[in-house]
């Protein structure tokens, strides 16, 4: 089965600087999802990338999938506090059965 | 913005006893799920539904689970003997096609606790 590996597993960041999630899987990519979670809350969508090389932002938050590396990337511009919480990459395994990773968790310090 | 939504927010209850979430999914959505989260792990699939009937399935989703469509607007996920390996973040989640097109939006979750 699918397994998603991301990395960092956590990160802290000064208010303001950048950021890159990675999402790495152990097949190949059909469909990439990102959602945030905050603790003991849902899972809010984020991104949907389907395509090798599409790339699609929402605010500050960029999200690109690389097919031949089996691999997406999230990258956050200028962190704010509002940014703060878990990001968990989801694949499609097949027909809307996701498979997560363990989930990157991100703090901002202001 | 339409949301899925669940009740209870938590549930406590004793080993043995039957439990069940409820879910409100998105009005326009046919697909419906289920997933778990165990406290410090991953999110899992257990279940998913559509047309009234069990599309697929997990290796954890046993004879102890089972899921229905009561009426039109609810989706619920009924553990018949809850053991205490059962505690865990449940979540609820609903999409308007199945396949890659169309992402899961989930619920915010009822946090299940077996003593």
């Known amino acids: 089965s699918q397994e998603l590996e991301q990395s960092p597993q956590s990160l802290i960041v000064q208010e303001g600087k950048n950021l890159t999630i990675n999402c790495t899987s152990s097949k190949t990519l059909y469909g990439l999802y990102w959602y945030k979670q905050k603790y003991g809350e849902g899972l809010i969508f984020l991104m949907m990338?389907?395509?090798?090389?599409e790339e699609k932002s929402h605010e500050k938050i960029t999200a690109k999938l690389d097919e031949k590396k089996q691999q997406s990337s999230l990258h956050i511009t200028a962190s704010q506090p509002s940014h703060a919480g878990i990001y968990l990459c989801g694949a499609d395994e097949y027909g809307n059965k996701l498979v997560f990773g363990a989930g990157t968790i991100l703090r901002v310090k202001s | 913005e339409p949301e899925v939504t669940q009740t209870p927010s938590h549930q406590v209850t004793q080993m043995g006893q039957e439990v069940i979430l409820r879910c409100v999914p998105i009005?326009?959505?046919?697909?419906f799920y289920w997933y778990r989260q165990i406290l410090g792990q991953k999110v899992e699939f257990l279940v998913s539904f559509y047309n009234n009937e069990i599309s697929e399935k997990s290796e954890i989703f046993d004879d102890q689970f089972s899921v229905e469509r009561p009426d039109g607007s609810n989706f619920t996920l009924k553990i018949r003997s809850t053991k205490l390996e059962d505690s865990a973040m449940y979540f609820c989640a609903s999409s308007e096609t199945p396949g890659r097109n169309s992402p899961l939006h989930f619920g915010n979750g009822t946090r299940l606790t077996v003593t």
């Open positions: 009005s326009n959505h046919l697909y």
């Open positions: 990338l389907q395509k090798g090389g």
